[in-house]
């Protein structure tokens, strides 16, 4: 089913200062900082062959990614694999089980292409995403 690692997102205090530091100490510049008002947040992408690694800065404290990041700290929020057919895919991860979160378990992300969230409780605790392209 998988395809390829599509992103990671690691929640982080600062993504500015993230981004600062990756560029001072391994010599990568992201692809692009954005600030995204109506998700709460402001990622650092940056490409690392097909994968792309989102630093991901919570603006409200308050909110589930800002909950998680005061609760365990700086790190891994989820995983996506890359699949094609995602709604297929989506149904048959539904059809196994698999509480699904969003509109028919599908979503669009903040850089517009799809994705598909397991429910961790679904997942032995794993925040499992799938994610178009």
């Known amino acids: 089913m998988f395809e390829f ?9 600062d993504a500015d200062a993230m981004a600062a530091y990756i560029e001072e100490n391994f010599g990568m510049t992201p692809v692009k900082i954005e600030v995204y008002p109506a998700r709460g947040m402001k990622n650092a992408i940056f490409k690392v062959g097909q994968t792309n690694v989102e630093f991901t800065e919570p603006l409200d404290p308050d909110s589930a990614m800002g909950q998680y990041l005061k609760t365990f700290g700086p790190g891994p929020y989820h995983m996506a694999f890359g699949v094609n057919d995602i709604a297929d895919k989506a149904a048959q991860l539904a059809a196994k089980g698999n509480e699904m979160r969003g509109e028919n378990g599908m979503s669009r992300s903040a850089e517009g292409y799809m994705t598909a969230n397991i429910a961790p409780t679904s997942a032995l605790g794993f925040p499992f995403q799938i994610a178009e392209g």
């Open 5 to 13: 690692i599509h992103h990671v997102r690691i929640l982080v205090h």
